[in-house]
């Protein structure tokens, strides 16, 4: 197995920082949220500007990756499925992937209108969604 | 900065295995591949079946790293733009994101339609595109 290294190229800022009560997709009642870059990336957001369509990639740190099979959105009831088929968190790799709406730029940070990422999660990667994309969360 | 470490699942096979002429993006006459999985990892593909769309992420481990503006699609003639502006693989954290749909499914290995990625490139997860989603690539 190959392993890479990713590096953190900032962090979400967000009033969610309660693992158990943040909504599963963004469209579930996530708040607003300032995603803030360390100052050496600064210069690949490039023409980026608010109103702005963007995926945010994101390392869900708190999530286990040691599991293979989950029941889909915690529901005991569901039976359990391959992780690779939901949305999970817990994976091999805890990749979050996120489609939110440019608000507003500062210097080294920029609001976005819906974010379900908690308090403090890495980002490391931001790109612009293409023509034709809808809804990608 | 906070690194971490992936771990790749799986490899593309495909035809393809020249960077320069791969296409850029799926709907640019990329080709069939192969998704071929650890075995470590084949419980977590769970109930995907041919003609899921699924999104493929992929680490590109032939980009640049230390790059933060390019040229649009690599023509000089265009201004170059920040990475996270642009669908470049080459950025901080070069991932892929590729929307597939299954056609075949084998022991440890899928097939896709359409992949633009080389072939041997890593994959590290594969998600379920949500109700919705359209045309992530």
Known sequence: MATFELR??????????DIDSAPRQADEGAPPAWL??????????GTLRA????????????????VLRVH???????PAEGV???R???RPN???LHRARITQIESTR???SALEAINGTPIIDIKPVLAGEIELR
């Open 110 to 112: 920029m609001a976005v």
């Open 36 to 45: 803030v870059f360390d100052q050496e990336v600064i210069a690949g957001l």
């Open 72 to 78: 889909p959105r915690g529901e005991i009831a569901r």
């Open 8 to 17: 953190s190229i900032g962090r979400v800022k967000s009033a969610l920082d």
């Open 94 to 96: 805890p990749i979050g």
């Open 88 to 90: 999970s968190p817990h």
């Open 84 to 86: 690779f088929n939901t």
């Open 51 to 66: 109103g702005d369509e963007i995926i945010v990639i994101t390392w869900l740190q708190r999530a286990r990756r040691d």
